[in-house]
């Protein structure tokens, strides 16, 4: 099993251009998660699905989108770059959304907007 | 609304000390706790987590967390630490976010040092 996977692994982006992450899972979870991770910021969570073509708002979802048409893969968009979407991206599943149930994290994506 | 709160963001120590990285929690619920490891440049990987039962909680690596609900803490410990334990640890909180799912909120993160 390859887990969770994302690509690309670093993206370099101008300001105002779109790009798409990939975050593909091997292991038939249902929930998914989008989170960035700043440096002295923790993770945050920035859009979830509780399954196939449901999605959901995280804490801070403001300039990304996401779509999860099938079960195996979730996507995050970047509409309009902005340089405080400067971040690592990481995405994550669980077997189901229950409170013992832990999360698998890829090895994310490193993004920068200039 | 849980939160999560990691007391030191950077701890250094000898090479066969004692590792002591501490995590208290505010959770309306009986919590659900769960600690983390970032190693350079890599995901996070789950060390060893809390559901109910047992409040020493064992994990990999030789790390282990107690649950004390009256200090509501979590601390992660080791009794001798490794140059490969260098590191950054995240703690986590389970918390409902509805329709009956949950979420994790985490900590903001401890980078440990490990001194030869």
């Known amino acids: 099993n390859a887990g969770v996977t994302q690509t690309p692994k670093f993206r370099v982006l101008k300001t105002g251009q779109s790009m798409t992450l990939l975050c593909a899972q091997d292991?038939?979870?249902?929930?998914m998660y989008w989170y960035r991770q700043d440096p002295g910021m923790g993770l945050r969570l920035i859009h979830y699905?509780?399954?196939?073509?449901?999605?959901a708002k995280g804490e801070v979802p403001d300039g990304y989108n996401v779509s999860r048409l099938k079960k195996q893969n979730f996507l995050l968009g970047l509409e309009s770059a902005a340089p405080s979407q400067t971040s690592v991206y990481f995405c994550?599943?669980?077997?189901?959304?229950?409170?013992?149930?832990?999360?698998?994290f890829g090895p994310g994506t490193r993004l920068t907007v200039l | 609304a849980q939160s999560v709160t990691q007391l030191g963001s950077h701890v250094s120590v000898s090479e066969g000390a004692l590792v002591l990285l501490r995590c208290n929690y505010s959770?309306?619920?009986?919590?659900?706790l769960f600690w983390y490891v970032q190693y350079p440049n890599q995901g996070l990987q789950l060390l060893l987590k809390?559901?109910?039962?047992?409040?020493l909680v064992k994990g990999i690596n030789g790390f282990e967390a107690e649950f004390k609900k009256s200090e509501t803490s979590f601390h992660l410990t080791k009794p001798s630490a490794h140059m490969s334990d260098a590191a950054e640890y995240f703690c986590?909180?389970?918390?409902?976010?509805?329709?009956?799912?949950?979420?994790?909120?985490f900590g903001k993160g401890t980078k440990l040092s490990v001194i030869p």
């Open positions: 994550a599943s669980s077997l189901r959304g229950l409170a013992s149930n832990e999360q698998f």
């Open positions: 292991m038939n979870h249902e929930y």
């Open positions: 699905s509780v399954g196939e073509g449901t999605t």
């Open positions: 959770s309306s619920v009986p919590p659900y």
């Open positions: 809390y559901t109910t039962g047992a409040t």
């Open positions: 986590a909180v389970s918390g409902y976010s509805g329709a009956g799912s949950y979420q994790l909120t």
